[in-house]
């Protein structure tokens, strides 16, 4: 997919012919959001869940294998854009996708882990250290193959005429060499055996804190601002540079400006002092909530509104989208992550790990719109809905 991919035109798996409920805006939205959440709970009991679930895999290894599953639908989804998938109809289509997605989800960091890891012990499976090591590839490669499909809109190789799926291939090896060149310089120093304080750029929290960020403002600008500032620029090149070096300038920004929200505002003190130096990697804990709205409000909720200026457009969906973003943080720490889903309290009354949790949302989100085009129910107004910029209309496949 490119910087905008519609589903209806090849870039989600689709349906031969319409099937599902017929729903207006607003019950299309919330059937979305039922789906998604009774999907992911079912997920949780079977799989994660401390307390009561059938396999207790939390946090690892089960954080590794969807953090890598999500890393597969970029690659499927965004770089090749449901290349040799689009056609199929469902709900085979969507299953066979699952079935791949998963199958790569598991096979990737199990080479890491059980192949490399008998060479490197940063990746050893001993007390699930690989685990850890593999999944944190995903942080770095999530922007690093997810940015060239959108926000750099597949550039250069696009505007060397390259179409699918040689332009997603191309995309895949782009976003290899930028992911082993940020693992290398943030992440991997703070893992290796001979690693020290004095060789590393940043502690590892900071790094994933600071790195999240730079996701959240990637994402913020493709999903609801429609790629504003970097739209300002004339030429591809000059977008998908903007617009890769300008997430690191923003993202810098927004980190402090988290980190300040979580320790004035959303963390109590005695949380805090508990938490201490790891606090800076907790811009990713809010954010990846951020990012979850962001995502079903793109993709589930017609990234209303869109009928005010685009200036205005744009400042409501940040609005509304950052808000809710947050407020579900204040639940989920407060109530629904020890409540619900049996983790662990950092203190009394807050507590829990939102990203195992919220990318498990987002790994059945990107499932059940990419890869299933909301199979089981329709908008009533026939309003084709893209599957990553969210607008009624684009020209993503054209593009792709």
């Given amino acids: 997919m490119s910087n905008s991919a519609d589903t209806s035109s090849g870039s989600s798996v689709t349906s031969a012919k319409p099937f599902g409920l017929q729903l207006g805006a607003v019950g299309f939205a919330v059937a979305n959001f039922i789906i998604i959440q009774a999907i992911s709970y079912g997920v949780w009991i079977l799989f994660v869940d401390p307390k009561i679930g059938v396999w207790k895999f939390y946090p690892q290894p089960f954080g590794a294998y969807l953090f890598w599953a999500i890393l597969v639908v970029v690659f499927i989804g965004f770089n090749l854009g449901m290349h040799g998938f689009s056609k199929l109809s469902q709900p085979m289509g969507g299953i066979v996708t699952t079935l791949v997605t998963v199958a790569l989800g598991f096979a990737i960091p199990m080479l890491l882990i059980f192949g490399w890891g008998a060479l490197d012990p940063a990746f050893s499976p001993t007390n699930y250290a690989g685990h850890g090591a593999a999944g944190l590839i995903v942080l770095i490669g999530f922007y690093g193959f997810g940015v060239v499909a959108n926000s750099m809109d597949g550039w250069p190789w696009t505007d060397a005429g390259m179409k699918q799926p040689m332009v997603g291939y191309a995309q895949i090896l782009t976003g290899f060499f930028l992911t082993t060149v940020g693992y290398l310089v943030l992440v991997y120093p703070c893992l290796a055996s001979w690693t020290s304080p004095d060789r590393v750029v940043m502690s590892l929290p900071t790094a994933i804190g600071w790195f999240y960020s730079v996701i959240l403002v990637w994402l913020t600008t493709v999903l609801v601002l429609d790629l504003w500032p970097y739209s300002m620029f004339k030429t591809r090149a000059g977008r ?88 579900a943080f204040i639940v989920y720490m407060k109530w629904f992550a020890m409540d619900v889903l049996h983790e662990a309290a950092i203190v009394p009354g807050f507590g829990g790990d939102p990203l195992t949790w919220v990318d498990l949302l987002n790994l059945i989100l990107l499932f059940y719109v990419c890869y299933f085009g909301y199979y089981g129910i329709l908008k009533k107004q026939g309003v084709s809905v893209c599957s990553v910029c969210g607008k009624a209309s684009c020209e993503c496949q054209a593009k792709a």
């Fill in 240 to 327: 998908a540079m903007a617009a890769f070096f300008g997430n690191f300038v923003l993202g810098t920004v927004c980190y402090f400006a988290l980190l300040a929200l979580l320790k004035n505002f959303l963390i109590p003190a005695d949380a805090l002092e508990k938490i201490g130096p790891a606090i800076t990697l907790w811009p990713a804990q809010l954010g990846v909530w951020i990012v979850h709205v962001l995502l079903l409000w793109a993709l589930c909720c017609g990234n209303a509104p869109t009928s005010l200026s685009p200036a205005m457009n744009r400042i409501a969906r940040f609005i509304i989208t950052w808000g809710l973003g947050i407020g």
